[in-house]
């Protein structure tokens, strides 16, 4: 069955970064667009950064300049790079791909 299963949340500071990761599996993993999606408390769901099967990326608004998407099809694995964090970044962030979700990982951006 497919799994989508995020890693790579915590808590940092104004300013730093973290690398979410999502280990994806039971699905031709090369073949899909795969997704980052956010959820900030109090909030609805935030598409933040997409990467089709080719590598292409698009990016929010709010995540543009900051955040990189990046897929390894060798490992089924699909990153999220996030620099200069501010504290609306903080959410839970999902894998996404095919109608699957992941569970989540929390990002808590706080001095």
């Known amino acids: 069955q497919v799994q989508l299963v995020e890693s790579g949340g915590g808590l940092v500071r104004p300013g730093g970064s973290l690398r979410l990761s999502c280990a994806a599996s039971?699905?031709?993993?090369?073949?899909?667009?795969m997704f980052w999606v956010r959820q900030a408390p109090g909030k609805g769901l935030e598409l933040v950064a997409t990467?089709?099967?080719?590598?292409?990326?698009v990016y929010a608004g709010s995540a543009k300049g900051r955040f990189t998407i990046s897929r390894d099809n060798s490992q089924n694995t699909v990153h999220l790079q996030m620099n200069s964090l501010k504290p609306e970044d903080t959410a839970v962030y999902y894998c996404y791909a095919m109608n699957y979700w992941g569970k989540g990982t929390l990002v808590t951006v706080s001095s």
């Open positions: 039971g699905f031709i993993f090369s073949n899909f667009w």
């Open positions: 990467i089709t099967s080719g590598g292409e990326t």
